[in-house]
């Protein structure tokens, strides 16, 4: 795991370590996956002015988020079923996070419970990102249990009322839920994987819901398709009222890509938003997050914290995106061929590489702390973002 240089390797060691439907599962996106290769080319088209002779002795990465100081400006994006990466996926992905004193995302859609989740996290930042159920029974009784396990951030998903059109799962899937038998020959050649993911317990859950699911339905196939019916089309600006009056902790809301969007979250007491595409998996042809950022910043004015996320690879992709008015980034991709890689040691792995290449790239960019670095520490053609 060691040599393995950058993001990049991690996703090749990914590719080779699990079965094919769960690599295409993370490393896809939806439709002609236009908008994901956006995500790069924006970071790509960005470029860094360095400030020389700037006297760094030391480069300080810590950041306050939601009112709290978190080591790195990262923090682990919601992923569902990451259990089908690495046994018990999101345990090792909260551990990994507690570790580097950052926060960890968990997904409605985990395959831990977040009972489970916050025994791990053990002290450490635990947000819940809430997918809005049609059943707001079922949805109150999400935000309580995540109340009581002490999660200091609800993170309302928005851009996802219904699923993305993920062509490659559908090809990787003979019905809803049922593997092709190509899938499940791939499945039997990746023998260190099954008996690591699989066995000795069966196949991984579906933590939060499992409650829910009909007796004898607690897949995450079964759990799938319970959660794409329960998706709540209807999801507006009252829910988010809704949860404002019954979630006492921060109140983040992920998928903001519009200036009015932004405004009408921090007017009804947001703590944060994250601007996002949910990294080109939901509507394709939209813009990149990177390009939207700055616009929404300016107005926004500083009324709720902005975090963003959708395409970061690199230190210096986490670095243009503070340059352009974000507080932190969310890492999902990037976490997630870590853990499919190496479990534990890939998701540190993964860390590693994102911090010691920001660590860099302040260095050589002239900037001691994240204070330091706005938009002047960036090369941006006039107009262009
Ligand atoms: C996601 N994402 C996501 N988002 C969310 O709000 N709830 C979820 O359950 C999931 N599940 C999920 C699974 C997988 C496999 C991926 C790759 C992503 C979106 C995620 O939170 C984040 O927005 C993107 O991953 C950011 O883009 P990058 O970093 O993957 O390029």
């Known amino acids: 795991m060691a040599q393995a240089r950058n993001i990049d390797d991690l996703r090749s060691l990914a590719r080779r370590r699990v079965p094919r439907f769960s690599f295409e599962y993370v490393d896809g996106g939806a439709e002609d996956e236009t908008t994901m290769a956006a995500n790069r080319a924006s970071f790509a088209a960005t470029r860094i002015l360095p400030r020389q002779l700037a006297g760094i002795r030391a480069v300080d990465m810590s950041v306050d988020i939601l009112g709290k100081t978190s080591q790195l400006p990262f923090a682990v994006a919601p992923t569902g079923y990451n259990g089908l990466l690495a046994k018990n996926g999101d345990l090792v992905l909260a551990r990994t996070a507690r570790l580097a004193g950052i926060p960890f995302t968990q997904s409605t859609m985990s395959s831990s419970s977040i009972e489970e989740v916050a025994r791990v996290i053990d002290g450490g930042r635990h947000w819940f990102q809430l997918y809005m159920l049609k059943d707001t029974a079922i949805t109150r009784r999400l935000v309580e249990r995540a109340q009581q396990a002490g999660c ?34 791939d499945v039997a050649r990746r023998m260190a994987w099954l008996l690591d993911v699989v066995a000795p317990h069966g196949p991984p859950g579906f933590g939060n819901l499992a409650e829910f699911l009909p007796r004898g339905q607690t897949s995450a196939i079964d759990g799938a398709r319970f959660i794409s019916a329960q998706m709540d089309t209807a999801l507006s600006w009252e829910t988010v009222d809704w949860l404002r009056s019954i979630w006492p902790h921060k109140l983040v809301v992920k998928g903001i890509m519009r200036v009015e969007d932004a405004l009408a979250a921090a007017e009804r007491g947001v703590d944060a938003i994250v601007v ?36 970061v690879r690199r230190g210096s992709d986490i670095f243009k995106a503070l340059a352009l008015g974000a507080k932190a980034v969310l ?34 960019a002239g900037s001691s702390s994240l204070m330091q670095i706005d938009r002047s520490a960036l090369c941006v053609a006039s107009g262009s973002f």
């Open 276 to 311: 996002s595409n949910h990294g080109g998996r939901q509507l394709n042809g939209t813009a990149s997050s990177l390009e939207v950022l700055s616009a929404i910043g300016k107005p926004l004015n500083g009324r709720c914290d902005i975090i963003l996320d959708s395409g």
């Open 331 to 364: 890492c999902g991709r990037a976490m997630l061929y870590g853990l499919a890689a190496g479990g534990a040691t890939g998701a540190a792995r993964a860390v590693e590489i994102l911090q010691t290449e920001l660590e860099r790239t302040m260095m050589l």
């Open 152 to 185: 200091e951030a609800l993170v309302l998903t928005s851009d996802a009322i219904v699923l993305g059109n993920r062509e490659t799962d559908k090809h990787n899937y003979a019905s809803p839920g049922k593997l092709t038998w190509g899938a499940k020959l």
